[in-house]
């Protein structure tokens, strides 16, 4: 009951993942709220199912009043997809946010990335090692 | 009078490392930077949000409805210097610099916590794992942890040559290494607890970028190919927009790389740490004597009460 949300999508990934090696093929809700011991309310495992559904981890065919769920793809690749999905989330929003995160590089102002682009051009393009020194006496010290 | 001192001192040091902290990080190793100025800024706004407590104390026992509440003798109290009315605004910043610094924390350790449960969530059993995420936004942070992670797009990776991303991912993992998220944000604390102090995170983020660029230099045998790296990555980052709250930390990358290619250019002194750390020390003690006092004259001011208490100090009409 008090389990957290990805844990529970983890076990119901699991129960289909087991239904389908035993070609037991698609399952409906109760089926996969009876697989799981009855840990989950059957409203939970209905959500989580939907939820998974809507992400595109599942397929979903009409069976009785409600709908069967299966794995859409392998279970490998669900789980790869549902990491991708997870980093892509980091990268993006708590990434702006998370103070505590060290970030390789801040932003750059353009007059920098001016002097950025010129200490490249210098002493990068033939792919030898910079022995000059191409920054002291460059633009000029702010 | 003496105790006026004791507790004058540490606000005095916090004062000069407020003031001196710029300079000092111009002639200390990044190494020194990163874990001195947290410490010195810490030690420094305890002990004086300490002291500014004490006198707040102070000022307020005379206060005759405070003594009779705390069964001590206005008489016998450290002198009044001030009348006993300036407690209060003392207290009301104390109180504020307290509660400020409390939230702080709070919400530190709830972003601590959040990025730990994101390591997790990204699973694999070792500390500084690489984790590539397929986005074409240039982008490469450490995500502390106890198992933390090294997140970096592939938009970043295409942006450098192999011995570049090297350079970048031990960057990364330096700073997961030497933990300077938690340097960092204890600068961060001590400046939300004392004002003075606002010029310590910026600093020793700062220092954590230059030590972590001393690690890639290591790693890949090359100032020039670090400096490099950094150049390259911030041109592939540096279109976007800057998030908020972030932009003003971020340390100067044209600085990183001038200090990379003319590393002489700073003289680290090993002396001066030493000083640096005694100086903490030293304050540190000069706060616990001042306890020690205070207590002490509370003591007898209590004694005083209970024993020779023929006559009440006569009011005195404060305010």
Not at chain 2, 112 to 136: F, I
Not at chain 2, 222 to 227: D, E, I, L
Not at chain 2, 255 to 271: K, M, V, W
Request: charged letters at 20%.
């Amino acid at each position: 009951m008090r389990r957290e949300r990805g844990a529970l999508e983890r076990a119901v990934l699991l129960a289909l993942e087991d239904s389908s090696r035993r070609a037991g093929g698609a399952l409906t809700v109760a089926e996969v709220a009876a697989a799981l011991d009855g840990d989950a309310a059957y409203t939970t495992v209905l959500t989580t199912l939907t939820r998974l559904h809507d992400k595109g981890a599942l397929t979903r065919e009409p069976r009785g009043r409600g709908f069967a769920y299966a794995l859409a793809a392998a279970p490998a690749a669900v789980d790869a997809a549902r990491t991708a999905r997870q980093m892509r989330r980091l990268l993006e929003a708590e990434g702006r946010r998370e103070d505590v995160l060290a970030r390789f590089v801040a932003e750059l102002d353009p007059a920098d990335a001016t002097r950025l682009r010129r200490f490249l051009s210098d002493g990068a393009p033939t792919g030898e090692p910079a022995g000059r020194d191409t920054t002291a006496g460059g633009p000029g010290t702010s | 009078m003496r105790l006026a001192v004791l507790l004058a001192l540490p606000l005095v040091a916090t004062a000069l490392l407020g003031a001196t902290a710029p300079a000092l990080d111009r002639r200390l190793h990044p190494a020194s930077v990163v874990r001195l100025l947290p410490v010195a800024g810490v030690v420094g706004a305890a002990t004086s949000g300490f002291s500014l407590s004490v006198v707040a104390l102070v000022l307020l026992g005379h206060a005759s409805d405070v003594a009779a509440v705390g069964h001590w003798s206005v008489r016998s109290l450290p002198g009044p210097v001030l009348p006993w009315a300036w407690g209060v605004p003392v207290a009301v910043v104390v109180t504020a610099l307290l509660l400020a610094s409390a939230g702080h924390v709070a919400r530190v350790l709830v972003q601590l916590w959040r990025a730990e449960l994101a390591c997790r969530d990204l699973g694999g059993p070792r500390s500084g794992g690489v984790v590539v995420v397929d986005a074409p936004a240039a982008d490469a942070y450490a995500i502390p942890g106890v198992r933390g992670r090294v997140l970096v797009s592939t938009g970043m990776l295409a942006a450098l040559d192999p011995a570049e991303r090297r350079a970048l991912l031990a960057h990364e993992r330096s700073h997961l290494a030497h933990r300077h998220h938690l340097w960092i944000q204890a600068a961060e604390v001590a400046a939300v607890a004392n004002p003075l102090l606002q010029a310590l995170p910026g600093l020793v983020r700062a220092a954590c970028e230059r030590e972590a660029d001393l690690d890639a230099v290591r790693s890949v045998r090359s100032p020039q190919v670090t400096a490099r790296a950094i150049a390259r990555a911030a041109l592939a980052r540096g279109t976007r927009a800057a998030p908020p709250g972030l932009a003003a930390t971020g340390a100067d990358v044209p600085a990183r790389i001038e200090t990379l290619l003319a590393p002489a250019s700073r003289h680290p002194r090993a002396a001066l740490a030493a000083l640096l750390a005694a100086a903490v020390l030293a304050t540190l003690v000069v706060s616990l004597v001042s306890a020690d006092v205070t207590e002490d004259s509370f003591e007898r001011a209590r004694a005083a009460a209970a024993g020779v208490e023929p006559h009440e100090p006569p009011l005195r009409s404060p305010s």
